[in-house]
């Protein structure tokens, strides 16, 4: 998944500080994921819509979204993505 062209789309997006445009492409990607790839892939949709609630000033709801994504990246920290 990680080395999928729409999933470093949504990279290159988000490294620019397109965070939503970014979040619409990995939120593409995690649908059509399945267990823990699916999992991991929302990890990201939430990054990106959490940067994209701190650009609106919505901090209640970038912190809640930056937790629910760290709980999911703690599943995968002995994950080697290459």
């Known amino acids: 998944m990680v080395k999928s062209e729409r999933f470093l789309e949504g990279a290159a997006l988000f490294n620019q500080g397109y965070y939503w445009e970014a979040h619409e492409v990995w939120e593409d990607v995690w649908r059509n994921e399945e267990d823990d790839v699916k999992t991991f892939a929302q990890a990201f949709v939430q990054v990106a819509a959490a940067n994209s609630f701190v650009k ?27």
């Open 56 to 82: 609106l000033s919505k901090l209640t709801s970038a912190k809640y979204l930056f937790e629910k994504a760290l709980d999911k990246f703690r599943q995968f920290q002995q994950l080697d993505c290459g």
